[in-house]
């Protein structure tokens, strides 16, 4: 019994995929408390016909026997946290708590592996079945198929696009339009300064391998957990190596650039086309570097996100809001990153869709006036304290969670309500969201919160949106590389007295050092902020000197060139730097999501699959289906075709000669959520009639063909459920002047 809790305690950790690529300190290995600890840990829950997710996630299981389970693992994370706490407390060394940190981590990851294959197996979608369905109706498909492919790339076809821009229009008439969110549209190609100013030329990247004699390229980490597996698999594998090879596997996001080359020459780890020798682990950046212009002496980039452009259009955005604070920006746009190896289909590509928000607030009113319309929302969070604790997610309200502190302020509250609202709307599964918040050593030093949306996929837990709060960092790094204030200008009630602190330049000595560079010099000094001071002069009276950066260029200044100084101004106007609170959207992720959340096999027949889309954003609305070839039945056709377009309903004509029963299944499988056919009764009888079917419940009711397009908007815009229309018009049972059959085969 206890070698079979073993095998699916491994098993589970092996499937599990770590939430993302973030780069990190070193972990240590897994401890052996922690692997007997794992020894222990195996279950699977009995089918429910509610959702035993939600259960699970609520901690109300059906029996105790999974949290028996979950019990010591979650204590192991329990005491690393504390641990963790305490020595931040008594400000232990950062190489200490670095490793403790580690230790943390590592083990939260196993408790979340062995939660995860805990899952009901009736809860996990047939990716298989899914992913051919979705291959052959053309949702999406690989780019440059007919020259072999090229992974990481994809192009979407006719159904797959018309999705995809549903899901863009309900979130412009969710967000921009609800929210009057200002909407910009920038360009991609971006130069290589922003991109160094904001970080991304230094700090986007990922670890990556090459095949010595091809140069066939793989990411480091992702190739070693392979072989790895690969190793485990294999009979002649002792138990002892396993947990060796489970630990490696844990820790696998964190490990230095040194201790992956190491372990790749400790594991034997070789090309897995080839056969040959690797080279040791490089940095490489995730960045498509390209020149502007014709000579090469531009350098740039294919943007990575969409919020640069938002960031460096703040003035004028401003002026357009007529200098007021609050206000939002957003944009949607394409943005590339130059994976080593993409994978899990839409998930991690090359080439992806985004749809970002940058909530421009003064830092000292960070309350949202519409806060009170989500507060009630009861929403599964996962709180950076219970991660830390080993607890698992809870359904929170959301204005406790504000009050409480779990979420910073309501500014940030509000838009976690908004997004869950927003991603439900557009067929998430409620039982299969959770908002996660990062833990302290996950987010950036100028971070105050951050919560990721994540959904349930057969990939275990993905990340969909971001949502954080950045304070004023990329205003402030893009003001001071550009030497331009991005401020808004707030009017106070009372002039007030405040402490300025100004670099004072030495223009001879500074003239005399750069020449025709100093008036550059001496522009970057004046846009300095206080905290970039205050940074400075601890460097100049600890060293004598600091240097600063200017287009590429390196100034040092020392105490002859520089002084500090300090004085008190009345100020009438108040300059306020606006902290960004940023909800970012992979509609890719998103779409994925909803693919899995709303794939569903029809009842008693298991090749018969289609797709549950919310009639808001399936492909089509309708499809308009006439019972048989017939000739009398054209001019209903093209009657109902036109009054359905002049209604803004999309919709689709299936006349092909099939029954009427696979026309169904076909227009079923792309997801067309209601289907009006035309049929004898429509020719012979008046007023004229025809059927409208609903795809999920494949009920189905008449009404006059004038009413249908009228009917089927109301529905696509939820002003209507089908509840309400089978509730005022007849339900269909079958026709009355002819023999024709309409039974669905």
């Known amino acids: 019994m206890l070698s079979l809790l073993l095998r699916r305690a491994t098993s589970a950790l092996r499937t599990h995929t770590p939430p993302s690529a973030r780069r990190a300190t070193p972990r240590p290995a897994c401890t052996p408390a922690l ?10 829950g009995k089918k429910h016909k509610k959702s035993r997710w939600l259960e699970f996630s609520e901690g109300r299981t059906m029996d105790g026997s999974v949290e028996e389970i979950l019990a010591p693992l979650r204590q192991a994370v329990k005491e690393q946290g504390e641990l963790v706490r305490q020595m931040k407390a008594e400000n232990a060394p950062e190489v200490d708590v670095t490793k403790a940190v580690a230790e943390l981590k590592a083990r939260k990851r196993m408790l979340e592996a062995k939660e995860l294959a805990l899952q009901p197996k009736d809860d996990i979608v047939d990716r298989t079945k899914m992913e051919d369905t979705l291959k052959r109706r053309f949702f999406y498909d690989q780019a440059f198929a007919i020259y072999g492919g090229v992974s990481g790339l994809y192009d979407f076809g006719p159904v797959g696009c018309a999705l995809k821009n549903n899901i863009l229009q309900v979130w412009r008439q969710h967000f921009i339009q609800e929210e009057q969110i200002l909407e910009i549209d920038c360009t991609m190609l971006t130069p290589e300064p922003v991109l160094k100013t904001s970080g991304h030329v230094d700090k986007f990247a990922d670890y990556m391998v090459k095949d010595v004699k091809n140069g066939e390229c793989f990411r480091a980490d992702h190739l070693l957990k392979a072989h790895l597996q690969k190793l485990m698999s294999d009979k002649k594998c002792t138990a002892e190596k396993k947990n060796e090879m489970e630990g490696v596997i844990t820790q696998m996001d964190n490990y230095t650039q040194q201790e992956l080359a190491d372990l790749f020459v400790q594991y034997n780890v070789k090309s897995p086309s080839t056969g040959n020798d690797l ?14 212009g014709p000579g090469g002496n531009m350098p740039g980039y294919l943007r990575p996100e969409t919020a640069q452009g938002i960031f460096l259009n703040f003035k004028r955005l401003l002026e357009f809001n007529q200098g007021k604070l609050p206000f939002a920006a957003a944009q949607i746009g394409n943005s590339f990153r130059n994976e080593i190896s993409p994978r899990s289909g839409l998930i991690r590509v090359r080439e992806f869709t985004m749809a970002e928000i940058e909530h421009f607030v003064d830092p000292n009113e960070k309350v949202h006036s519409k806060f009170s319309n989500v507060a009630d929302l009861e929403i599964l969070l996962y709180s950076s304290k219970a991660q830390t604790s080993g607890q698992s997610a809870q359904v929170m309200r959301l204005g406790d969670a504000v009050d409480q502190g779990v979420i910073n302020n309501s500014v940030l509250g509000y838009f976690i309500g908004r997004i869950y609202l927003y991603l439900i709307k557009v067929g998430v599964a409620k039982d299969k969201l959770r908002f996660r918040q990062h833990m302290d050593n996950e987010m950036a030093h100028y971070a105050c919160d951050c919560w990721d949306a994540e959904t349930k996929t057969s990939y275990g837990w993905i990340e969909i949106v971001g949502c954080a709060d950045r304070s004023c960092y990329d205003l402030l790094c893009h003001a001071r590389a550009t030497r331009v204030p991005l401020v808004a200008e707030k009017p106070l009630k009372e002039p007030k007295v405040v402490n300025v602190v100004q670099i004072e330049p030495n223009k001879g000595a500074v003239g005399k050092a750069y020449k025709k560079e100093a008036k550059l010099v001496m522009e970057f000094l004046a846009a300095c902020d206080e905290c ?3 940074d400075q002069e ?59 959340h709303t794939f569903r096999i029809r009842e008693g027949d298991e090749q018969r699959t289609f797709f549950s889309f919310p009639a808001t954003v399936a492909p089509y609305k309708c499809s308009v289906l006439p019972l048989s070839q017939n000739q009398e039945f054209i001019p209903f056709v093209r009657e109902l075709s036109e009054a359905l ?40 009888k008046t007023p004229h009639t025809a059927t409208l079917r609903d795809r999920d419940s494949m009920r189905q009711i008449r009404a006059e063909v004038f009413e249908l397009p009228k009917i089927i908007r109301d529905l696509a815009n939820g002003v209507t459920t089908w509840a309400e229309v089978e509730s005022k018009y007849p339900v269909f049972e079958g026709q009355e002047t002819s023999k024709k059959d309409t039974v669905e085969e």
């Open 35 to 44: 692997r007997a600890l794992l020894s222990l840990s195996a279950c699977r």
């Open 279 to 292: 080279t040791p682990p490089i940095s490489f950046n995730l960045m498509f570097q390209t020149s502007i």
């Open 532 to 534: 970039y001071i205050t």
């Open 645 to 684: 377009t002049k209604n803004g309903v999309s919709h689709k004509v299936d006349d092909s000669s099939g029954s009427i029963g696979r026309r169904y299944a076909r227009t079923d499988e792309i997801g067309v959520a209601f289907g009006i056919t035309i049929d004898f009764d429509t020719v012979n």
């Open 538 to 596: 601890k460097l100049l009276s600890e060293n004598g000197e600091f240097t600063v950066e200017i287009d590429g260029k390196t100034f040092t200044l020392t105490k002859d060139m520089v002084n500090i100084k300090r004085f008190q101004k009345t100020l009438h106007v108040e300059d306020v730097v606006p902290n960004v609170i940023e909800p970012s959207f992979g509609i890719g992720r998103i779409m994925y999501s909803i693919f899995e």
